[in-house]
């Protein structure tokens, strides 16, 4: 006796949230597949589940758990079905005709107000609807289930306009299977072919291929002699590392997946497995590569970090994961209470994502200290590779400054090869120095031949050569390392008598040697004033007689023009000329000064010196054809 059919209306919300589904909400249609088969293995999930506490539920056992892919193209069908813990009537309806949660009005309201379709699809992922999915791609959809447990099934079927119907359905074996009437493939709506068995490929491998459960399709094929015959093959790879104890992958394993999702041949520099219990679970995979890519500092480098949902790909190059400056970083997370619909703008404010960056972060930065420990080689082929985008660190992320100034590499005048570490800096400064020293420059041969360089070198103190652009912008965001004050040898007055090994002036002298140029130093700030803004005497010189210098929190040249270059107007930046009281040009200036401080050519020489220091740390001349002509007239005259 054929079992009776009701027809029930969608819950009003329902209908008007089925609407936006449809025809407004998702931007790739692709994703109904990747919806169905998730909820499939749920449904699986719960089944072994509850199989633990009765082994009763299930018939066969649960030793073929399993997800199938059916198409029919003749009835242009496509069926996904499981056997997993089924539905009973009431669930159905519960779960399919309504959506029995508060607030449902307040969703609606906010999907239409959005603009963003990211953020609209995230709202509807927040209420677990995503089996709405099923009707952008299909006129009609048809579901038959059997709870476990139970020996009646139901079916329900809906054409998504307003009202299902349901009905008893007999002889079903438990689980669930959900059968799409597909409408025609339709490009300019975004419509494949989903009968294509390429397509259905393309799409469980990116979505579902980590799924724990085996997703099988019959494929067709013909054999060496012609027949037609059917195989049931596996789509997915089931393969999440990530989700094993580290003791049972082999390295291999992790080369090889490295590989397949970085498509980099080289294997990574090291591997970070890690999994976090508790009111927040996730799974994380990560590879810190041994070569940067080729578009690691371009406007359109992205993170590399792939987002997942109880192994359902959510999204490549998950920016909330990793912040900009670990962005080489390759790998996957596996979040277990995510909406499959999370949007990128939803996570950028989630607390417990936030959380979970932080520990990342750490463990990253933990995994890069522990190889500069244990693998210097390593560690420095790798700073060679990312050290430019590490320093960006220190700029973005104050929370961990301590942690990234410890990987800091850089070059000193301690060794003319290898690099040195802000600890090693420290561990051989010399007895009463409490000042880290450096000096930024284009070159390294540039930077230790520069005037600045001088007394430094005279007296033993070493210096940290630093050529990266971003090193100008940080050398002046952090203040100090351990206690000890990073400090740029061309900035400021430097003073290296009061920690010197070697005898050094009495006050007496200085007193004179200030007295010996009172005249000349002003009247050089007078000449030189479109220029500069003070000449002084220098101690930082002992072979140069001159170099340019700026106040403490002066922007450097170099930061000038790298702001302007961005765009930002920069208001010029006079320097201060310091002057070398023992050099042979300083002293006879000084004294053709007191001589006739009047005589043209000492302006002349005045521009000579202010522009030989200008060139020697590598600056521009404001008027180079004056400066050759000056120049050439003095050479000129000494011959």
């Known amino acids: 006796m054929a079992s009776s059919v009701e027809t029930l209306e969608f819950q009003a919300e329902t209908r008007q949230l089925l609407r936006l589904v449809i025809h407004s909400i998702y931007s790739n249609k692709d994703i109904f597949l990747r919806e169905l088969i998730s909820n499939a293995s749920d449904a699986l999930d719960k089944l072994r589940l509850a199989s633990l506490t009765d082994a009763g539920l299930t018939e066969n056992g649960t030793a073929d758990l399993h997800i199938s892919l059916e198409v029919d193209k003749d009835a242009r069908t496509l069926t996904v079905r499981d056997n997993g813990i089924g539905m009973t009537r009431d669930d159905l309806v519960e779960l399919i005709g309504t959506i029995a949660k508060s607030g449902t009005a307040s969703l609606l309201e906010k999907i239409r107000e959005s603009k963003d379709a990211a953020t609209a699809e995230s709202l509807i992922g927040q209420f677990g609807v995503g089996f709405y999915s099923a009707f952008m791609v299909a006129d009609k959809v048809t579901v038959h289930t059997r709870r ?18 349901i009905q008893a359905a007999n002889d079903l074996p438990v689980g669930t299977s959900v059968t799409l009437h597909l409408k025609p493939a339709d490009s300019e709506d975004g419509l494949a072919d989903y009968l294509s068995e390429s397509k259905i490929r393309q799409i469980v491998k990116r979505y579902s291929d980590f799924i724990r ?28 590392l990530w989700a094993r104890p580290r003791t049972e992958v082999t390295e291999d394993e992790y080369n090889e997946f490295y590989q397949q999702i970085s498509h980099d041949w080289l294997p990574p520099a090291e ?34 970090v792939q987002l997942y949902v109880k192994r359902v790909f959510i999204m490549d190059d998950c920016e909330a994961l990793m912040p900009n400056y670990l962005r080489f970083v390759k790998g996957v997370v596996d979040a277990h209470d995510l909406s499959l619909n999370v949007s990128r703008e939803l996570l950028q404010h989630d607390r417990q994502i936030q959380g979970v960056r932080r520990r990342l972060v750490k463990k990253v930065l933990g995994a890069l200290k522990d190889m500069q420990a244990k693998d210097a080689e390593s560690y420095t082929k790798v700073w060679a590779q990312f ?23 850089a070059a000193s005048t301690h060794d003319p090869e290898k690099t040195t570490t802000l600890r090693e800096y420290v561990e051989r400064m010399k007895d009463g120095q409490d000042t880290i020293y450096y000096l930024t420059g284009e070159t390294r041969a540039m930077v230790e031949n520069s005037p600045h360089m001088e007394a430094f070198a005279a007296k033993g103190y070493e210096v940290l050569i630093l050529t990266d652009p971003i090193d100008e912008v940080w050398v002046d965001q952090v203040p ?50 479109d220029h500069i803004k003070q000449v002084r005497l220098s101690s930082r010189l002992t072979t140069s007689a001159a170099c340019i210098v700026g106040d403490a929190h002066d922007v450097t040249p170099t930061l000038e023009k790298m702001y302007r270059a961005m765009g930002q107007q920069m208001p010029t930046v006079k320097r201060i000329l310091e002057l070398n009281p023992t050099h042979p040009l300083i002293t006879a200036l000084r004294t053709a000064h007191h001589a006739d401080g009047d005589a043209p050519a000492l302006t002349e020489v005045a521009e000579l010196i202010y522009g030989s220091a200008l060139l020697a740390e590598g600056g521009d001349l404001p008027d180079p054809a004056r400066f050759t002509r000056l120049l050439t007239d003095h050479l000129t005259r000494t011959l």
């Open 387 to 409: 050290g430019r985008a590490l320093k960006e660190g220190l700029l973005e992320d104050t929370d961990n400054t301590e942690a990234l100034l410890e990987l800091v590499s």
């Open 213 to 240: 459960w085996p997703i099988r399709m019959a494929t067709d094929r013909t054999d060496a002699d012609g027949e037609a015959t059917s195989d049931l093959d596996t789509l997915n790879s089931m393969k999440a």
């Open 148 to 165: 476990a447990g139970t020996d009646s099934g139901t079916q329900w079927e809906s054409d998504g306009e307003g009202s299902y119907t």
């Open 480 to 529: 100090a390392f351990d206690g000890h004050r990073l400090q740029s040898i061309a900035k400021g007055q430097v003073d290296l008598d009061d920690t010197a090994d070697d005898e050094t002036e009495t006050d007496a002298d200085k007193a004179q040697r200030e007295q010996d140029f009172a005249a000349l130093l002003p009247w050089l700030t007078t000449t030189l004033s």
């Open 271 to 304: 591997t970070i497995h890690m999994r976090a219990e508790g009111t927040f679970e996730y799974e994380a995979l990560l590879f810190i590569p041994v070569q940067a890519p080729f578009d690691l500092y371009s406007r359109e480098s992205k993170s590399g």
